[in-house]
Structures are given as C-alpha cells and as structure tokens.
C-alpha cells in the first residue's frame, strides 16, 4: 500500500493511499471462505454452495468493508508512527473521486486532515497572577454553624403560631358571602411557612392560632408567587395565575423548627465520634471546612485568570474551514447543530481548542503526568465534594477512597477523574512558575470578578 502526506498550507494537508489488490485479497478470501460454512442456499447441503456463487453474490460488499477497513487501520497506523498532532479526524476529500468497488481492483483515497498550529508558552516570575482568599467574617461563621447544626435539629410540636411556624391544616375555597363554595377548591394536610409569606396583613393573621382554629387566609395576597400557591393548593399554574378567592384554613398542627443544642452528641453527628469536644472547637472546624470549600471557588478564579492571561499571551491561527467541515460531519444527527448554530458557537468552541493547545504545550514542554494515584485523589476530591453537598463532612478517609476506586471502574468516569488530575497538576504548575499576589477578598466583592 502506498500511502503519503501533502501539505496544502501550514494548517491543511491531504493524506493519500492507493490501496492495492494483494493488500486486501486475502482478507476477503478469508471471509467469503466463512461465509461459505454459513450460508443456506436451496439446493445445497450447508457449507456446499459454491465458491464462485458465494463470492457473486457477497463479494463486492465483502470488498468494500475490508478496503473501507484496511484504509482506517492504515491512516490511524500513519498518524501515529509520524506522529501527527491533528485537530479533529481525517475527512475524505472534497477532491474525492467515488470509489467504484464493482469494476476496479485498486483503489486511491484521499482524506484532508487539519494540523494542530505550533504553541509555545513560556512562564516566568515576571508574570503576576492573583491567588484570593475570601474572607470569613462573623457573621458569615455564624450562618455556617448554624447550617451545619441545623442538619441534625428536630421539628416539634408547638402550642400556638409564631413567625418561625409552619402549620399544617385544611383549605376550603369561600365565595363572596363567605360561605363554602361546593365543589370549589379544596386542599387536605396543605402546609403554609410563615417565613415565606409576603404579605403582613395575611401573616397576622395566623400569628398567635393554635390548632383547631379556622382562619379566614387569601393565598393571592399571601403568596404574589404563582408558583408557590400551586404547590401549597394543589392546583394548575393557569389556576393560581386567576385566583382571588379567599379560602377557609382549618388548622391541624402547629410546629418549629429547632436547633440542637451545643453538646457532644451535636458535635459526635456532625463531625464524628470524639472529633470535636467543645463548642469552640466545634466553632473552629466549621470554620476550617468553611475555608476548603471556599478554596475550591478561589481556585477556580484562579483558573479562569489563569487561562484568560495565557491565552491573551498566544496568538493561535486555526483552520476555521476544515473544524466547521469536522463538527459539522461528527454531529449530522444532532439536529440543533445547523450551519448557523455553528457559526454561533465557533468562537467560543476555538477559544477551547486555544486552551486546549495551550494546556498540551505546557504538558509536553514539561513533561507532566497522571500516575493512578493522581486518579484515585481526584476522584477522592469529587466524591467529597459530593458528599459536603449531603451534609456529610466526615466521612472517613477509608469510605471516600472505597468511593473513588469504585468510580472510576467505569471508563468515562475514569476519563473524567484523569482530565480533572491532569487540569490540577497544570494549574499547580503555573502557581509555581508565576509571581503569586495572595489577596484576601470579601465574598461580595469575589462575587463581583464574575460578573463581567
């Protein structure tokens, strides 16, 4: 098989084979000689049809699979031993001529491919990038704490409303008279949160009830929400959308919410058997486990800064052409996908492929790599970020590394958990190879540096 490469420009190229009868002919034998052990034709004892019926009737196909076959395995085989650095896949050509299986014995390919465009990133300490920390203030360690109590506080029984309260009871649509409206709106064991109601007038109300009391309540002006009164009623968002109605509220239970105490069996809940013995300590691990989880969001910045400062340092031309021809072709079922869409959304596809180009050139330059154990810690970090979310910030070391290695047996999570490894350890490598300015930021202002 002849096979070779032509430059078009810097970008382009066209990669060409001529694909020869000896290179395919004796895999096609091979297969039409099985084909012939399992194919039923009347007439024939099984495994007896004649050769040259069954290469009639199956050779052509068989043909076009192997050639189609064999011009795969070989372009896959000629990047990698040239060590071709390719965006996106081989194309077959625009130039190219249609096969014609039925006649020929030889064939030419022709497929375009797309160079990778030549980056390279040099960092020094001359380069400033900015590493924040929020800071935790008072009151933002006060709304954790309770946070984290709260998960393990109990709801109870109370003997009259307040405005903490959530009661429980019955409603019943009444009609300008005040009366019940037959078969208009009811709703049994509905639940109202005085702490969500808008309206005081409609939340002085229920202050002070106690069950068993009937309460004269308009949901429309408690609740401007359709959305809410939907869920409390029962009842359509084109309904809630026209209700004006007051309703008769029969009250069944009254109850609060109430934070646990500060004692050992909060403090054995939240962090574990004898981790945490005083309130002051418990005060103190909240605020460190406050602090890793604010970390993740500076260092996230620190990422977006990371790469909006590398890549305003590189220039990257692209094959715009050939990747609109590549996504395009790789997406025809997506039906959201059309030319437009494409031109819509190429900008922000090429800035990814300029970091993605930046991201392997600070890679290879530096040879940096994933071992297992990269993998494993990675997947650790998600499974205990995951966790965190539940409300579950002791889970031990043992469970979260059962947790990972079980994650990442299947392949796409392993894929996932290698690429965020490998993210880190670039990132890591920029915070040592950049002059760091530590910063410590409100939260109000860190919120800010997203905005634009």
Do not use: C
């Not at 490469?5 to 895999?27: F, G, P």
């Not at 990422?303 to 050939?322: N, R």
């Not at 190429?346 to 180009?357: A, C, G, S, T, V």
């Amino acid at each position: 098989m002849n096979i070779s490469k032509e430059n078009i420009d810097a970008l382009n190229a066209v990669i060409k084979l001529t694909v020869e009868k000896e290179d395919y002919a004796k895999k096609v034998d091979d297969v039409l000689k099985d084909y012939r052990k399992r194919v039923n034709m009347p007439g024939f004892r099984p495994g007896k049809v004649p050769a040259g019926v069954v290469k009639k009737m199956y050779g052509k196909a068989v043909i076009a699979d192997e050639v189609n076959k064999l011009v795969s395995e070989s372009i896959h085989q000629y990047i990698v031993e040239n060590n071709l650095d390719l965006l996106g896949e081989p194309l077959p050509s625009e130039s190219q001529e249609l096969i014609d299986f039925d006649t020929a014995d030889s064939f030419e390919f022709a497929f375009d491919v797309a160079i990778a465009p030549e980056v390279e990133v040099k960092l020094t300490k001359r380069e400033k990038l900015p590493l924040y920390s929020i800071e935790i203030t008072d009151e933002m360690l006060a709304t954790q704490v309770d946070s984290i109590a709260g998960r393990f506080g109990t709801t109870e029984k109370v003997d009259e409303v307040t405005e903490k309260s959530m009661v429980k009871g019955s409603f019943a649509e009444l009609n300008e008279n005040g009366e019940v409206v037959e078969e208009g709106i009811t709703k049994e064991n509905a639940v109202i949160s005085l702490q969500i109601i808008k309206d005081d007038a409609e939340k002085a109300k229920l202050v002070g009830a106690k069950a068993g009391d009937v309460i004269t309540f308009n949901p429309k002006k408690a609740f401007p929400n359709e959305t809410e009164i939907t869920y409390m009623l029962g009842i359509e968002k084109e309904a809630a959308e026209t209700l004006t109605s007051d309703f008769q509220f029969t009250i069944t239970e009254v109850t609060e919410f109430k934070q646990p105490e500060m004692n050992q069996e909060l403090f054995d809940k939240a962090f574990g058997e004898g981790e945490v013995k005083t309130e002051e300590e418990f005060k103190e691990k909240v605020k460190s486990d406050f602090a890793n989880m604010l970390a993740m969001e500076t260092d996230y910045r620190f990422t977006v800064d990371a790469k909006e400062k590398l890549m305003s340092k590189v220039d990257v031309e692209f094959p715009e052409a050939f990747l609109k021809r590549w996504l395009l072709a790789t997406n025809r079922e997506n039906e959201q996908l059309d030319e437009q869409t494409l031109e819509n959304e190429m900008p922000r596809f090429l800035e990814d492929l300029k970091w993605q180009l930046i991201r392997n050139s600070i890679i290879k330059a530096n040879e940096i790599k994933i071992e297992e154990a990269d993998v494993v810690e990675y997947a650790k970090k998600s499974a205990r970020i995951q966790f965190m979310q539940y409300g579950l910030n002791n889970v031990p070391d043992e469970h979260l590394e059962n947790y990972a290695k079980e994650m990442i047996q299947k392949e796409e999570q392993r894929r996932q958990m290698a690429e965020g490894a490998i993210n880190d350890k670039v990132m890591d490598f920029i915070k040592e190879s950049v002059k760091i300015e530590d910063k410590e930021i409100s939260r109000e202002d860190f919120n800010k540096l997203f905005e634009k």
